[in-house]
């Protein structure tokens, strides 16, 4: 309902400033809710007005906005017309803002701010997300935690606003890392302990040849020269791998399960080995492959390795290595071989990689080189990177794993739901504990900047009261426990004038910017922004809770202002099974 009440103020200004609603609808911004006073509830930057036409910000943009409001008139959708520092504000009249809402609300549903003016005219895009990405052979270490909910999070939010995406898990399924694996299962390898438990027994494997491999060069080479087997299609070498690959595919996908997150294709490195040997050669063909004396990249060569120089004037700084001297390829060649095919395969608008930080420079490289390539589509891919998580640990000392996090956040919350009175029996108390601990998790995750560090604190994530994943899903819980008591659902007919409090107005007034909250979304792709809504619309049906109560009210004044508060009653564009929980179901 929002965005007919901006096209309401947008015709009536367009008529002032003779100029098409359409480019003022943007301009025209939901107030956010005040907790001291009842403010208005739309306003218009007279600055950001200004700047969209001329180019520059105005001195003078109070007085502006002072003229202009002198000049617009209230009618029957607004009521109110005052100003603020450089803003006209615009307060909708009460009863067509109540039924207005809440008939949007019940109509749109699920898809509640989905259908805003903002979006409209937007085409319908092809979209890759590529994250997640764990190593094959290794368990599903904690650091591609951050990848595989973000990544997530971008997918579903690209879904929800009708765009056909992709979402694709690139394994780190070659390099040679697994050289180093191949060798050490050879010399330290055991196959009953390969067949009880796989991952855990590489994982031994792997820790061990590294260590050996730094004092000894007799097994870095034999890790050199396996790698050198698999990238020459040896069938012995080409077995183990794939073995090694297919167990921890599988052991991924029960993972996945858990966290409630699917791929629609699993690729890896492995598929592009023969591709990236494609691109060397056509790199060497147009003249921008050049041999160097050193490999910034290897520690077994030293010399007669391939870079492209990203530079154009042979700045050594700027080369990015893209073949070892032996011929064998590296990440960022098979990075740019999955790209192309992906464009090939998928001619996608938009292609974006989630990944830490620290993989900054190495896509910068991937997608300068594909523009030197002659790709135009290049400007199509972005990256969007993310900080690192600190200090997360169990109770048995520093977390290396994503299961004894799971298994961490399952123990901790099933003490939690325990230590409540009010929590009621449940059939399966395991699972709901583990969908509350992982709400709690990716709330903590996404209350920040993606690019900021952050220390973890399992304490705070837990806290029941605060900004918190087990505060949203507590609220969540109430409401819905309030409806399967009361039966009080949604209403085809509702008296407007039993919504006029304060704390419902409040309510209200939020709601109305949710279109913009996914919008500003959709545009930096920061999951904060929803987060932050949702955990506000949280904080003011708590406080409707204290003031506005349901028991003992009649049938139209409790159905109607429960209507409002589920309005918003899971985010869609979080993992799917951690809204499906009602675990303390506490009535007022």
């Keep these: ?128 997300v590529d994250f997640s990405s764990p190593n094959v052979a290794k368990k599903f270490h904690v650091g591609h935690l951050r990848s595989t909910l973000i990544g997530n999070f971008i997918a579903n939010l690209k879904e929800a606003l009708g765009h056909k995406v992709t979402r694709i898990n690139y394994l780190g399924d070659w390099g040679l890392q697994f050289g180093l694996l191949g060798a050490g299962f050879q010399l330290f390898g055991y196959e009953e302990k390969l067949q009880s438990n796989p991952l855990q027994h590489l994982f031994e494997v792997y820790v061990q040849v590294n260590k050996e491999a730094e004092e000894d060069k007799n097994i870095a080479q034999l890790a050199h020269d396996f790698f050198r087997q698999l990238e020459l299609g040896d069938v012995q070498a080409l077995s183990l791998w794939q073995r090694f690959r297919d167990l921890s595919v599988t052991e991924y996908v029960r993972i996945y399960k858990r966290l409630g997150i699917y791929f629609d294709e699993y690729s890896g490195e492995s598929f592009y080995r023969e591709k990236a040997q494609a691109i060397l050669q056509l790199l060497e063909r147009r003249g921008l492959l050049q041999k160097t004396a050193y490999d910034y990249y290897c520690s077994l060569t030293r010399k007669g390795s391939a870079v492209v120089d990203l530079s154009g004037n042979g700045d050594p700084s700027a080369a990015c290595t893209v073949m070892r001297a032996d011929g064998t390829s590296l990440y960022v060649t098979r990075d740019i071989a999955a790209a192309l095919d992906r464009m090939d395969k998928y001619n996608f608008d938009a292609m974006i990689y989630v990944t830490d930080k620290g993989q900054q420079k190495h896509f910068q490289q991937v997608f300068q080189i594909l523009k030197i390539m002659g790709c135009d589509w290049a400007e199509r891919c972005q990256h969007v990177p993310f900080g690192i998580v600190q200090g997360m640990r169990t109770r048995r000392g520093d977390v290396t794993f994503l299961e004894d996090v799971l298994n961490e956040i399952q123990t901790r919350m099933l003490q939690n739901m325990a230590s409540i009175k009010t929590t009621k029996a449940l059939e399966c108390p395991e699972e709901t504990a583990e969908k509350l601990g992982l709400a709690a998790l990716i709330i903590q995750d996404f209350r920040g900047l993606l690019l900021s560090d952050y220390q973890f604190c399992w304490d705070r994530v837990f806290q029941s009261r605060g900004d918190t994943g087990v505060f949203l899903q507590y609220t969540h819980a109430r409401l819905h426990s309030l409806e399967e008591t009361f039966g009080c659902g949604y209403l085809n007919d509702f008296n407007t004038t039993c919504l006029q409090e304060p704390q419902s ?43 506005l109560q349901i028991k ?9 202002w429960h209507g409002q508060t589920s309005s918003v009653q899971s985010c869609t564009f979080c993992p799917s099974q951690w809204n499906e929980t009602s675990w303390n179901n506490t009535c007022m």
């Design 1 to 128: 309902m929002a965005c007919a009440f901006r096209r309401s103020i947008a015709c009536q200004l367009s008529k002032v400033l003779d100029l098409p609603p359409e480019s003022l609808i943007k301009s025209i911004s939901a107030v956010p809710v005040s907790k001291k006073q009842e403010g208005a509830d739309f306003q218009l930057s007279v600055d950001s007005l200004l700047e969209d036409n001329s180019g520059r910000s105005r001195p003078d943009s109070q007085a502006k906005a002072d003229r202009l409001a002198e000049k617009l008139k209230c009618g029957s959708v607004v009521s109110e017309i005052s100003t603020g520092p450089g803003t006209v504000c615009f307060k909708i009249n009460r009863e067509l803002l109540t039924k207005a809402v809440l008939h949007q609300v019940m109509e749109d549903g699920s898809e509640y701010g989905l259908k805003s003016e903002l979006f409209s005219g937007l085409p319908q895009r092809r979209i890759v």
């Design 552 to 560: 003992d009210s009649p049938p139209d004044v409790a159905g109607v």
């Design 505 to 547: 107005v409040s309510i209200l007034q939020h709601l109305l910017r949710f279109d913009e909250v996914l919008y500003r979304s959709s545009q930096d792709l920061q999951p904060k922004h929803i987060v932050r809504y949702l955990l506000t619309l949280s904080h003011l049906a708590a406080a409707a809770h204290r003031k």
